[in-house]
């Protein structure tokens, strides 16, 4: 994912509330959102180049989605693929923060990255750049492609919106609404708002909305995710095309045990 605005933990209805757009190469091959035939607990888009992927939950309430960390400075050559640690996590056994003690040891093989891990009880940010585990406290956050809640334009607006959301106390149909709306917005900040990560002034544009359109890069799906009091989960992902339109909508509705 390159952008995922989330609510933990600051809703008596759903202590989890998540909104992400996965912004990639358009000619990299994936799947939609699924429930994986070779791990049949696991719902999640898929990665068909590295067979990882970018954001998923289990049946029984783990949840893990990854950014990028933007730094065209620091590039690692033959470095395993970052979407493997979404994988490895739901598929596995381990604590969320037993994880990511783990995967402190090996961080730094990989190109920079954030990790939100978490299941029906804790919710965990792990970033190789800082190397420190943190747990993430109740509130709205967000996290895009530096560091979590870094006030880059475009977080800073996902978050403004999921809290007037929230506020708003309406049903769940128009939460999802508004969440989708946040994840479609195409507003580009002023060029004295925007980060200077190394890419380029043209590019800082280019990735500076939350929507993110071009013909051969741009976001490729966005999920609405939440789990309610009693642990009821409701996935959607809307599968995006090259202008950024809507080309296919997969909805989940599952108990978590």
Known sequence: ???????????????????????????????????????PNILAGRDLKAGGTW????????FAALTNFRDPSDRKTDAPSRGAL???FLSGE????????????????????????????????FSSRIGEILGVPPGVHALSNHTLNEPWPKVESAKSA??????????WEARQMAIYNLLSSEDRPVDSAL????????????????????????????????????????????TRDRTGGVTNTAAFSVPLR
Not at 94 to 122: I, V
Not at 162 to 168: H, K
Request: aromatic share 12%; hydrophobic share 40%; proline share 6%.
């Open 195 to 238: 980060p200077d990560t190394g890419v380029g002034l043209e590019w800082e544009r280019v990735l500076s909305p939350p929507l993110i359109v071009t013909d051969a890069y741009g976001t490729r799906c966005s999920i609405v995710l939440t789990v309610d009091a009693t642990h009821h989960l409701q996935f959607t992902e809307y």
């Open 86 to 88: 979404v994988l490895d």
């Open 94 to 125: 381990l604590s969320p923060y037993r994880y990511l003690r783990e995967l402190r040891k090996t961080a730094d093989h990989y190109q920079g990255f954030n990790l939100l891990l978490g299941d029906l009880e804790s919710l965990f940010y």
């Open 1 to 39: 994912m390159c952008l995922i605005a989330f609510a933990w933990q600051a809703d008596a209805e759903f202590p989890l509330i998540v909104g992400a757009n996965r912004d990639e190469w358009h000619d990299r091959p994936a799947v939609p959102a699924g429930w994986w035939q070779d791990h």
């Open 55 to 62: 954001l998923g939950v289990t049946r029984s309430g783990r």
């Open 162 to 171: 999921l809290e007037a959301a929230l506020r708003a106390k309406v049903p």
